[in-house]
């Protein structure tokens, strides 16, 4: 049975048991179906063998040479990951565009005796779904961007307005960075299009009637863009701006990049790429800070000098915020107390 994605909301509803992307590991990894375990039926390497040989050889061969090696790694998921699974699992298949590895695998599928869907169009399909989302469609709901200089602790202010019911999007949080040249994150940035569709699942489940917080971000959030429907929407919609004294933002900053601090090299390694802007001697004397442990003082000049210079322009073009939170301290019963200060001036 085919089942065809009519929007990305649908997936969500989808009455199926679990969802199988057969596709290779690398396509896997750049982007899948929100919640699809990888069962391969072609290996990276594989796959690349038997395109060669369809194109260099003979078709005949290639589809002969793939059949036997989608039958013998089928047979590895039937004794491995799916031997538990009883007569009642209800799987949804699918691969790139639906077409023979999907139906190879689901074949096989059948005639254990479980009942497979195939998704019509494969992962082509739900692709079409996130750029229609997100590039083609206007943003659905109302963006109240929640602004500050560096270290006002805006992501955990995300966090305290989730808590109080508000609807949020934390993209530092989808694209795994902290939006800043000290920003990366261990493990990386997912691909772009993998970014885009945790983005799009977010999106699909907002109620277009409430008001969504997003940290004011620049059109980049690391490596990762912020595609155009959401940013529209950013570049046009209010802002509540957070404020802290410097010691409470130093605090934060050395609570939030921890990880970065514990890593001498790393963090040595990203000063240095701030010489273009302050110079060699400004930053070897940081990098000395950081060798120092001086994480606090270090993170007081940056501010100063690097991230508040640049916040001040940023911040002429978006005018007058709706509302302005001072805190005196980033703990969390502050957080929780500003998040409540910025529901009501919203509402």
């Known amino acids: 049975m085919a089942l065809e ?14 969802i199988i ?16 375990v990888n069962l391969p039926v072609l290996s990276d390497e594989e796959r690349a063998r038997v395109g060669t040989i369809y194109v260099q050889q003979d078709r005949f061969l290639a589809r002969k040479v793939g059949a036997a090696l989608v039958a013998r790694n089928a047979a590895h998921h039937l004794e491995g990951p799916l031997a538990g699974k009883d007569g009642g699992w209800r ?31 494969g992962y082509r399909s739900y692709r079409r779904l996130v750029v229609r989302a997100l590039y083609d469609a206007p943003f659905p709901a109302p ?17 305290h307005l989730a808590k109080a019911g508000a609807q949020v999007i934390d993209l530092e949080g989808l694209a795994k960075h902290r939006g800043s040249v000290f920003g990366a994150r261990p493990g990386g940035q997912p691909s772009q299009k993998m970014f885009e569709s945790r983005l799009a699942a977010e999106v699909a489940a907002l109620d277009p009637a409430r008001p969504v917080f997003v940290e004011a971000e620049s059109a980049k959030v690391g490596e990762r863009i912020v595609p155009p429907a959401l940013w529209a929407a950013m570049k046009a919609a209010p802002h509540v701006r957070l404020e802290a004294p410097l010691a409470a933002r130093s605090d934060y900053l050395t609570t939030a990049y921890a990880d970065l601090l514990e890593d001498a090299e790393a963090l040595e390694e990203v000063i240095g790429k701030l010489v273009p802007y302050h110079g060699r001697e400004t930053c070897a004397r940081w990098q000395e800070m950081a060798r120092a442990g001086a994480f606090r003082d270090l993170a007081a000049e940056l501010v100063t ?5 640049r916040y001040a322009k940023s911040a002429a073009h978006r005018g007058a915020p709706r509302a302005v939170i001072p ?5 969390e019963a502050r957080l ?7 529901l009501a001036a919203i509402a």
């Open 327 to 331: 805190m005196e301290r980033l703990d």
């Open 143 to 159: 963006v109240v961007l929640v602004d500050g200089m560096t270290g006002t602790a805006k992501t955990w202010m995300l966090a």
């Open 5 to 18: 994605l009519t929007s990305l909301a649908a997936l969500a509803a989808l009455d199926v048991d679990e």
């Open 91 to 121: 799987p949804l298949v699918y691969c790139w565009r639906g077409g023979q590895r999907s139906g190879s695998f689901a074949s096989i599928l059948e005639q254990v005796g479980w009942r497979v869907s195939l998704l019509k169009g």
């Open 336 to 342: 929780a107390e500003g998040a409540r200060r910025i």
């Open 305 to 309: 000098r690097h991230y508040d210079p």
């Open 21 to 36: 992307d057969v596709r290779s590991p690398s396509e896997y990894a750049e982007d899948h179906l929100p919640g699809a």
